[in-house]
């Protein structure tokens, strides 16, 4: 019963800024690693940001310097805010949490949010 919620895409011009959020509604369950993937058309998802439950972070390296996740355990979310944005950031992003449900562990999946860089 836990869905995720989220918000943020949009366009933006070139060397803009979005800042992304995914939030998880439900109960009974323990997140663990939260993380942010994308895909572009014509290619693959690829993992562009995780963060642990201790808070350790791994990015791309295409996004290092420019992208940074945080979460908010309170809340249930994670965040993924974007810097200097380039055409080639340019995908449908979906965010992944990782949770224990009381029985077992497993992840799920965002419905995806759209980020357009163009001028």
């Known amino acids: 019963q836990v869905q995720l919620v989220e918000s943020g895409g949009g366009l933006v011009q070139p060397g803009g800024s979005l800042r992304l959020s995914c939030a998880a509604s439900g109960s009974g369950f323990v997140i663990y690693t939260m993380s942010w993937h994308r895909q572009a058309p014509g290619k693959e998802r690829e993992l562009v940001a995780l963060i642990t439950s201790g808070g350790v972070t791994n990015y791309a390296d295409s996004v290092k310097g420019r992208f940074t996740i945080s979460r908010d355990n309170a809340k249930n979310t994670v965040y993924l805010q974007m810097r200097s944005l380039e055409p080639e950031d340019t995908a449908v992003y979906y965010c992944?949490?990782?949770?224990?449900?009381?029985?077992?562990?497993?992840?799920?999946w965002g419905q995806g949010t759209q980020v357009t860089v163009s001028s």
């Open positions: 992944n949490i990782d949770l224990y449900d009381g029985s077992s562990r497993s992840d799920y």
